[in-house]
Protein backbone atom coordinates (compact mmCIF):
# COMPACT_ATOMS: atom_id res chain seq x y z
CA UNK A 1 0.00 0.00 0.00
CA UNK A 2 0.90 3.33 -0.37
CA UNK A 3 2.77 5.70 1.99
CA UNK A 4 0.47 8.54 1.84
CA UNK A 5 -3.48 7.21 2.23
CA UNK A 6 -6.17 9.09 0.24
CA UNK A 7 -9.68 7.92 -0.21
CA UNK A 8 -10.43 5.64 -3.26
CA UNK A 9 -13.14 7.40 -4.87
CA UNK A 10 -14.97 10.94 -4.07
CA UNK A 11 -17.86 12.36 -6.33
CA UNK A 12 -19.81 15.48 -6.97
CA UNK A 13 -22.40 17.14 -8.72
CA UNK A 14 -21.63 20.23 -11.29
CA UNK A 15 -20.97 23.67 -9.25
CA UNK A 16 -20.64 21.61 -5.75
CA UNK A 17 -17.11 21.72 -3.88
CA UNK A 18 -15.30 18.53 -2.89
CA UNK A 19 -12.31 17.99 -1.15
CA UNK A 20 -9.95 14.83 -1.44
CA UNK A 21 -7.71 13.96 1.64
CA UNK A 22 -4.05 13.16 2.33
CA UNK A 23 -3.01 11.41 5.13
CA UNK A 24 0.80 10.92 6.23
CA UNK A 25 3.57 10.78 8.79
CA UNK A 26 5.69 13.34 10.51
CA UNK A 27 8.43 12.27 8.34
CA UNK A 28 6.41 12.94 4.90
CA UNK A 29 3.63 15.29 5.02
CA UNK A 30 4.60 16.47 8.62
CA UNK A 31 7.95 18.21 7.35
CA UNK A 32 7.92 18.26 4.23
CA UNK A 33 5.55 19.88 1.19
CA UNK A 34 3.09 18.16 -0.97
CA UNK A 35 2.30 18.58 -4.23
CA UNK A 36 -1.43 17.39 -6.25
CA UNK A 37 -1.36 15.81 -9.34
CA UNK A 38 -4.11 15.55 -11.61
CA UNK A 39 -4.46 12.31 -14.43
CA UNK A 40 -7.20 12.55 -17.11
CA UNK A 41 -7.97 9.46 -18.58
CA UNK A 42 -5.02 7.80 -20.26
CA UNK A 43 -2.98 10.93 -20.19
CA UNK A 44 0.28 12.36 -18.27
CA UNK A 45 -0.08 13.59 -14.49
CA UNK A 46 0.31 17.02 -14.50
CA UNK A 47 1.35 19.49 -12.02
CA UNK A 48 -2.06 20.73 -10.28
CA UNK A 49 -0.21 22.33 -6.38
CA UNK A 50 3.11 22.80 -5.50
CA UNK A 51 4.03 23.77 -2.25
CA UNK A 52 1.12 22.24 -0.09
CA UNK A 53 -1.54 25.50 -2.10
CA UNK A 54 0.44 27.26 -5.16
CA UNK A 55 -0.95 27.01 -8.36
CA UNK A 56 0.83 27.03 -10.98
CA UNK A 57 0.01 28.80 -14.34
CA UNK A 58 -2.90 27.98 -15.83
CA UNK A 59 -4.89 26.30 -13.23
CA UNK A 60 -7.83 27.89 -12.39
CA UNK A 61 -8.25 29.09 -8.89
CA UNK A 62 -11.22 26.49 -8.52
CA UNK A 63 -8.38 24.27 -7.47
CA UNK A 64 -7.06 24.72 -4.28
CA UNK A 65 -4.39 23.04 -1.67
CA UNK A 66 -4.24 22.92 2.48
CA UNK A 67 -1.96 21.37 5.19
CA UNK A 68 -2.49 20.88 8.71
CA UNK A 69 -0.16 18.78 10.80
CA UNK A 70 0.50 15.22 9.00
CA UNK A 71 -2.18 15.58 6.70
CA UNK A 72 -3.10 17.56 3.18
CA UNK A 73 -6.18 18.25 1.27
CA UNK A 74 -7.18 19.23 -1.88
CA UNK A 75 -10.23 21.35 -2.57
CA UNK A 76 -12.16 21.61 -5.98
CA UNK A 77 -15.19 24.14 -5.99
CA UNK A 78 -17.94 24.96 -8.66
CA UNK A 79 -17.13 20.96 -10.17
CA UNK A 80 -17.12 20.33 -13.86
CA UNK A 81 -17.36 17.39 -16.29
CA UNK A 82 -13.82 17.89 -17.06
CA UNK A 83 -12.76 17.76 -13.49
CA UNK A 84 -13.47 14.05 -13.83
CA UNK A 85 -10.00 12.26 -13.22
CA UNK A 86 -7.55 10.64 -11.02
CA UNK A 87 -5.95 13.01 -8.25
CA UNK A 88 -2.47 11.99 -6.56
CA UNK A 89 -0.58 13.44 -3.49
CA UNK A 90 3.05 13.28 -3.57
CA UNK A 91 5.47 14.39 -1.46
CA UNK A 92 9.20 13.90 0.23
CA UNK A 93 9.35 10.75 2.83
CA UNK A 94 12.28 11.46 4.87
CA UNK A 95 12.96 14.93 3.74
CA UNK A 96 14.98 16.09 0.14
CA UNK A 97 17.68 12.91 0.39
CA UNK A 98 14.28 10.50 1.13
CA UNK A 99 12.31 8.74 -1.17
CA UNK A 100 9.14 10.51 -3.68
CA UNK A 101 6.29 8.89 -2.25
CA UNK A 102 2.42 9.20 -3.60
CA UNK A 103 -0.59 8.65 -2.29
CA UNK A 104 -2.94 5.64 -4.11
CA UNK A 105 -4.77 8.53 -5.78
CA UNK A 106 -8.34 9.26 -5.55
CA UNK A 107 -10.79 8.76 -8.45
CA UNK A 108 -13.27 12.20 -8.94
CA UNK A 109 -16.33 11.57 -10.56
CA UNK A 110 -18.96 13.86 -11.41
CA UNK A 111 -22.15 13.16 -11.20
CA UNK B 1 8.04 24.98 -24.13
CA UNK B 2 9.34 21.77 -21.97
CA UNK B 3 8.71 18.31 -23.87
CA UNK B 4 9.17 15.16 -22.51
CA UNK B 5 9.52 12.09 -24.74
CA UNK B 6 10.11 8.51 -23.95
CA UNK B 7 10.51 5.48 -25.68
CA UNK B 8 12.19 2.28 -26.11
CA UNK B 9 9.32 0.61 -24.32
CA UNK B 10 7.81 -3.22 -25.25
CA UNK B 11 7.74 -6.58 -24.42
CA UNK B 12 10.15 -8.47 -22.61
CA UNK B 13 10.59 -11.50 -21.07
CA UNK B 14 11.00 -12.15 -17.83
CA UNK B 15 14.79 -11.92 -16.62
CA UNK B 16 15.14 -9.63 -19.63
CA UNK B 17 16.36 -6.51 -20.21
CA UNK B 18 15.69 -3.31 -21.95
CA UNK B 19 16.79 0.47 -21.72
CA UNK B 20 14.22 2.97 -21.54
CA UNK B 21 14.88 6.69 -22.97
CA UNK B 22 13.69 10.11 -22.26
CA UNK B 23 14.63 12.91 -24.93
CA UNK B 24 14.20 16.29 -22.99
CA UNK B 25 14.04 20.10 -24.72
CA UNK B 26 12.74 23.47 -23.93
CA UNK B 27 15.03 23.99 -20.61
CA UNK B 28 18.49 23.81 -19.79
CA UNK B 29 18.22 19.65 -19.05
CA UNK B 30 22.31 19.85 -17.00
CA UNK B 31 20.28 21.81 -14.51
CA UNK B 32 17.86 19.57 -13.14
CA UNK B 33 16.91 16.55 -11.47
CA UNK B 34 14.75 14.03 -13.19
CA UNK B 35 12.50 10.99 -12.49
CA UNK B 36 11.34 7.96 -13.57
CA UNK B 37 7.73 7.02 -11.91
CA UNK B 38 5.37 4.17 -13.14
CA UNK B 39 2.04 2.83 -13.20
CA UNK B 40 1.26 -0.60 -13.92
CA UNK B 41 -2.42 -1.24 -15.49
CA UNK B 42 -4.83 0.59 -13.07
CA UNK B 43 -2.67 1.45 -10.41
CA UNK B 44 -1.60 4.52 -9.08
CA UNK B 45 1.74 6.06 -9.15
CA UNK B 46 5.13 5.08 -8.13
CA UNK B 47 8.33 6.65 -8.28
CA UNK B 48 11.40 4.33 -9.37
CA UNK B 49 14.23 6.69 -9.47
CA UNK B 50 15.77 10.53 -9.51
CA UNK B 51 19.26 11.60 -10.81
CA UNK B 52 20.93 14.87 -9.99
CA UNK B 53 21.59 17.56 -12.58
CA UNK B 54 25.34 16.63 -13.43
CA UNK B 55 24.35 12.62 -12.82
CA UNK B 56 26.45 12.48 -9.49
CA UNK B 57 23.65 11.19 -7.34
CA UNK B 58 21.40 8.88 -8.23
CA UNK B 59 18.78 7.01 -5.70
CA UNK B 60 16.20 4.17 -6.16
CA UNK B 61 13.32 2.80 -4.34
CA UNK B 62 13.76 -0.52 -3.02
CA UNK B 63 12.11 -2.50 -5.08
CA UNK B 64 14.52 -1.73 -7.91
CA UNK B 65 17.86 -1.53 -6.61
CA UNK B 66 20.49 -3.14 -8.32
CA UNK B 67 18.25 -4.17 -11.61
CA UNK B 68 17.40 -0.58 -12.64
CA UNK B 69 20.22 1.95 -13.15
CA UNK B 70 18.77 5.34 -14.29
CA UNK B 71 21.51 7.50 -15.86
CA UNK B 72 21.55 10.49 -18.19
CA UNK B 73 23.90 12.13 -21.39
CA UNK B 74 23.49 16.06 -20.53
CA UNK B 75 25.15 16.47 -23.85
CA UNK B 76 22.29 14.82 -26.02
CA UNK B 77 19.59 15.90 -23.38
CA UNK B 78 18.54 12.45 -22.40
CA UNK B 79 17.67 10.46 -19.36
CA UNK B 80 17.87 6.70 -19.51
CA UNK B 81 16.62 3.86 -17.50
CA UNK B 82 18.46 0.39 -17.66
CA UNK B 83 16.13 -2.40 -16.86
CA UNK B 84 17.91 -5.63 -15.95
CA UNK B 85 16.37 -8.68 -14.24
CA UNK B 86 13.11 -7.63 -15.45
CA UNK B 87 10.16 -9.06 -13.14
CA UNK B 88 6.54 -9.20 -13.86
CA UNK B 89 5.58 -6.73 -11.58
CA UNK B 90 8.07 -4.58 -13.45
CA UNK B 91 5.21 -4.19 -16.09
CA UNK B 92 3.50 -0.76 -16.18
CA UNK B 93 3.90 2.87 -18.38
CA UNK B 94 7.02 4.26 -17.22
CA UNK B 95 6.87 7.93 -17.11
CA UNK B 96 9.65 10.72 -17.18
CA UNK B 97 9.46 14.22 -15.59
CA UNK B 98 11.74 17.10 -14.41
CA UNK B 99 11.97 18.42 -11.12
CA UNK B 100 9.71 21.73 -10.48
CA UNK B 101 13.12 23.88 -9.29
CA UNK B 102 16.62 23.42 -10.75
CA UNK B 103 19.35 23.54 -8.42
CA UNK B 104 21.53 20.87 -5.92
CA UNK B 105 18.29 19.64 -4.17
CA UNK B 106 15.76 17.78 -5.64
CA UNK B 107 11.71 18.93 -6.01
CA UNK B 108 8.99 16.84 -6.67
CA UNK B 109 7.99 16.58 -10.44
CA UNK B 110 6.32 19.60 -12.22
CA UNK B 111 6.50 18.11 -15.92
CA UNK B 112 5.93 14.58 -17.03
CA UNK B 113 6.31 12.79 -20.48
CA UNK B 114 3.51 10.92 -22.20
CA UNK B 115 4.92 7.57 -20.96
CA UNK B 116 6.18 4.39 -22.27
CA UNK B 117 4.41 0.99 -22.09
CA UNK B 118 6.69 -1.87 -21.03
CA UNK B 119 4.96 -5.63 -20.95
CA UNK B 120 6.49 -8.59 -19.17
CA UNK B 121 5.88 -11.50 -20.38
CA UNK B 122 7.35 -14.56 -21.96
Known amino acids: QSVLTQPPSASGTPGQRVTISCSGS????????VNWYQQLPGTAPKLLIY???QRPSGVPDRFSGSKSGTSASLAISGLQSEDEADYYCAGWDGGQNGDLVFGGGTKLTVL | EVQLVESGGGLVQPGGSLRLSCAAS????????MFWVRQAPGKGLVWVSRIKGDGTITRYADSVKGRLTISRDNARNTLYLQMSSVRSDDAAVYFC???????????????WGQGTLVTVSS
Open chain 1, 26 to 33: SSNIGSNI
Open chain 2, 97 to 111: ARAAVSGPYPSPPDY
Open chain 1, 51 to 53: SNN
Open chain 2, 26 to 33: GFTFSNYW
